[in-house]
């Protein structure tokens, strides 16, 4: 389960790249739209920071990486989605 694992982990974070960038952007914006970046530029690293053992944590069900590095891919998916009819509307 390691070796996929980490490619849903690695996948999540490459693909999470532009979103980050888009998060980063939309820091500037102010008010509660700030926190919504900030989950954004969060959101993409979280899966690999998971995957690392750590002696202060306890150790996670490993399905715990993929299901969220999935849920990080359709977050990115979603946001691509977003921006995109944002841009075709204009």
């Known amino acids: ?12 974070l490459v693909f999470g790249v532009p979103q ?10 102010g008010g509660w739209w700030m926190l919504f970046c900030l989950g954004l530029i969060l959101l993409p690293p979280l899966p690999l920071i998971l995957m690392q053992p750590s ?3 306890p ?11 999935v ?5 990115s998916c979603l946001v691509y989605w977003r921006v ?3 841009l075709m509307e204009d």
């Open 71 to 75: 849920i990080v891919l359709l977050t």
């Open 55 to 57: 002696p202060a944590w």
């Open 20 to 29: 980050v960038l888009i998060g980063i952007i939309g820091l500037y914006g």
């Open 59 to 69: 150790r996670l069900n490993p399905a715990v990486s993929p299901t969220l590095a």
């Open 84 to 86: 995109l009819y944002a």
């Open 1 to 12: 389960m390691t070796g996929p694992s980490r490619l849903l982990a690695w996948l999540a």
